[in-house]
């Protein structure tokens, strides 16, 4: 599934529609959250928008101010005319508002893009965005909305949380995950795509982020079971029920530790990649395949993440041999550092 997700992002295949189930299932959680706002949706054709037509049910119920729609169209030509009507070759902004619930169509000058000056215009306006944004442009579409200063609910792949101007949002405690998974999504010919790893992102309240994490293990029971790594003094911690009760230094945690986060009970510190924490050491290592054989390729630090020492038992196979000493190591997958507050 997680191919699926690949071959979209570099193909920029951003053509695909949430079902209704999912929005509705996340949306249930904020409906208090959005009495008396102005919603936008910057990249919803209402003619196809779940989120257009979740919103435009539930206008009263949600007690909105006044609903928008923009999208983008392609350059003329290159547009497949979808209802047989020219309309289709332009964008148009859509809105009901709570004093005239008729839907009122502006056509709009450029092609409503939702980085165009008119689009943005619409944007300063608002209070909520709430949409599907293309995959592949994830990371500038955020940082529109943090420009901006807006309240956001969207969708984006889990994979977001390690990129760097995602993660300092996360850090800095000004967005976090919602609570759904998404796994499956509609495509402009009527199927349906699977994939694996997306979720929902926003800074409006969650109330799941409020909870405590409970914390069930001993560090100093077994402190074996918590190999330190070798370049960087933090503990390693495969799975977030293992996290310990006992343990107030540096922990390297799976990225999956955000579902859980709670401020107030953890920090984050980094992310355990190159560039976001200072390594202890920078040792030449060979790479190995996954069968744990040579490969005559080499690199440092591990690929530029922490790294611990193999452990026969536990581990089914090295992943870097250090040159120098021939001692082998793994690199877990990406880890937050993190440190619980005392």
Known sequence: MNNHMNKAK???NDELYTLIKDIE????????????KIVYCNCDNPNFSNFWKYFKD???????????ATYFVREHGKYKLLNNSKEDIYSYKWEINK?????????????????????????????????NPPFSLFREYVDLLVKYDKK??????????TYKNIFKLIKDNRLWLGY??????????????????????????VKEHHKSLELTKSYYTNPDYYPKY???????????????????????????????????????IALGIVGSIEFTSNRKMEILDKYGNSTGKFTFNAKGFLYRNYNSVTDKHPGFRDIENNKLY?????????????
């Open 230 to 268: 070798d370049n960087y003094n933090a503990i390693n911690i495969d799975k977030i029920k293992d996290i310990p009760y006992d343990y107030n230094e540096d922990m390297g945690v799976p990225i999956s530790f955000l579902d859980y986060y709670n401020p107030k009970q953890f920090k984050i």
């Open 180 to 205: 759904q998974y998404i796994k499956e999504f509609l495509q402009i010919d009527g199927t349906i795509k699977n994939f694996g790893n997306i979720h929902w992102f926003t800074n409006l309240n």
């Open 25 to 36: 299932k996340e949306l249930s959680h904020y409906k208090d959250q959005f009495k008396d």
């Open 330 to 342: 793994v690199s877990p997958y990406s880890r937050i550092i993190i440190r619980k507050i005392k």
């Open 58 to 68: 539930n206008f009263n119920e949600l007690k909105l101010k006044k609903l928008i």
């Open 10 to 12: 570099k193909a920029k």
């Open 99 to 131: 004093d005239n619930k008729e839907i009122i169509k502006t056509k709009l000058f450029g092609n409503g893009d939702f980085r165009s000056k008119e689009c943005i215009e619409i944007l300063e306006e608002i209070d909520i965005v709430c949409t």
């Open 152 to 161: 956001f609910l969207i969708i984006g792949c889990y994979n977001a949380v």
